[in-house]
């Protein structure tokens, strides 16, 4: 099973600041198949990222994903007060098709 | 557009068994794959299963492998879940999902909840 592990845990920022979130696989992501989803509370996960790089339908592009391999990276280029919200990168490449436990991006 | 709507959700003791379903429209049912994804009280997203466009092939998760079951009916546009055996860290909302766009997850429901206690 490959484990995905998320840092920080915890981001605090302000509003119009950037945002880095890192995805760190136990192993190698077969063909990028690395995805990043965003969560408000009460509401379903929405997909942000796929194939480790590309926008979904719809997102805005101060939302950009990067990395291969093992390592991959979320970054918000200025945090709107909607994107105050918690992040889970997925590996949907090799099943079972693991989630990072979550960051959250809070308010400073 | 595209709609993914869980039903069957509820409140169940443990070794008891569920049937959620997940109705979906808006788009070809029949040629995508689709997820179960769960979600524990104040916890993260786990994967659970998914099965094949054609049904023909199933996956799951460690934790439910032998307890639940997944199935389609493409003719309804209807996912399932059959939940065997429940225990109590079974407790969730769970979310279908499609597999879609770049084979991400690119549609999900409103998800439906279960509760499994004494």
């Known amino acids: 099973e490959i484990v995905l592990t998320q840092s920080p845990a915890t981001l605090s920022l302000s509003p119009g600041e950037r945002a880095t979130l890192s995805c760190r696989a136990s192993?190698?992501?077969?063909?990028?198949?690395l995805a990043w989803y965003q969560q408000k509370p009460g509401q379903a996960p929405r997909l942000l990222i796929y194939g480790a790089s590309s926008r979904a339908t719809g997102i805005p592009d101060r939302f950009s994903g990067s990395g291969s391999g093992t390592d991959f990276t979320l970054t918000i280029s200025r945090l709107e007060s909607e994107d105050f919200a918690v992040y889970y990168c997925?590996?949907?490449?090799?099943?079972?098709?693991?989630f990072g436990p979550g960051a959250k991006v809070d308010i400073k | 557009q595209v709609q993914l709507v869980e039903s069957g959700g509820g409140v169940v003791q443990p070794g008891g068994s569920l049937r959620l379903s997940c109705a979906a429209s808006g788009f070809t049912f029949s040629i995508y794959d689709m997820h179960w994804v769960r979600q524990a009280p104040g916890k993260g997203l786990e994967w659970v299963a998914l099965?094949?466009?054609?049904?023909?092939?199933?996956y799951y998760a460690d934790s439910v492998k032998g307890r639940f079951t997944i199935s389609r009916d493409n003719s309804k546009s209807t996912l399932f879940l059959q939940m065997n055996s429940l225990r109590v860290e079974d407790t969730a909302v769970y979310y279908c999902?499609?597999?879609?766009?770049?084979?991400?997850?690119?549609?999900w429901g409103q998800g439906t909840l279960v509760t499994v206690s004494s």
């Open positions: 192993q190698s992501v077969s063909s990028s198949y």
């Open positions: 997925q590996q949907y490449g090799t099943s079972p098709f693991t």
């Open positions: 099965i094949r466009y054609d049904g023909n092939n199933k």
């Open positions: 999902a499609r597999k879609g766009l770049g084979a991400a997850s690119d549609y």
